[in-house]
Each structure stands twice: as C-alpha cells, then as structure tokens.
Nanobody, 116 residues
Framework: QVQVVESGGGLVQPGGSLRLSCVAS???????MGWYRQAPGKQRELVAS???????YYTDSVKGRFTISRDNAKNTAYLEMNDLNTEDTAVYYC???????????WGKGTLVTVSS
C-alpha cells in the first residue's frame, strides 16, 4: 500500500492564497496525480490533475486560479491556490488519477477554510 500525506491547508481570507503539498511514500513518476476536494455535505470531486508528461486539467471553477505541479524526484505533488473564495472551502486530498492506482490509499487530507 502507498500512503500520501497532504499539508498546507489553513484559514485564509477571500482573495488569499495557499500552497498545498502531497508527499507519497513511493515514486509517483508513472502515475497521473490528482487533487480532489470534499466540501461539507458534498461528494468528493476532482479539482486538478497532472499527467506524467506534464499536461494538466482543471475543473472549470478553479481555472485561472489554481496551478497543479509535480516533483517526481521528491514524490510530491503541489496545488497552488490563488484568489480563493468561500466556495473553495473543503478538505483537499491527493491521489492517483484515477484514484487508488497502485494501492494508493486516501490520506487524511488538509482542510482549507476560506472565510472573512
């Protein structure tokens, strides 16, 4: 099994920025990676993904505000979030895309709260 540990969340005011990190316990080189989020009362959704060749995908609501990146040498994926709004409040998780490839388990996530 593969563990992932997300970090970097916190409380931020609307318009603010955060950078999330996700460290995996084994190499991510062969996997597309995704950042997902789950807001209170809602299902988990894919927010952004980055493929092995570097191509990226973003859900419409975060386009132009979020940037996903990866550092294969560090087994790490990042999510840079700018111009945050209250609708971005959620627990953010990372996993493979699709999830659970190579027995990659869901981590605990990191909570992002956008509030004034």
């Amino acid at each position: 099994q593969v563990q992932v540990v997300e970090s970097g969340g916190g409380l931020v005011q609307p318009g603010g920025s955060l950078r999330l990190s996700c460290v995996a316990s084994r190499s991510i080189t062969l996997y597309a990676m995704g950042w997902y989020r789950q807001a209170p009362g809602k299902q988990r959704e894919l927010v952004a993904s980055i493929f092995t060749g570097g191509d990226t995908y973003y859900t419409d609501s975060v386009k132009g505000r979020f940037t996903i990146s990866r550092d294969n040498a560090k087994n790490t994926a990042y999510l840079e979030m700018n111009d945050l709004n209250t609708e971005d409040t959620a627990v953010y998780y990372c996993n493979t895309l699709p999830p659970n490839l190579g027995m990659t388990y869901w981590g605990k996530g990191t909570l992002v709260t956008v509030s004034s």
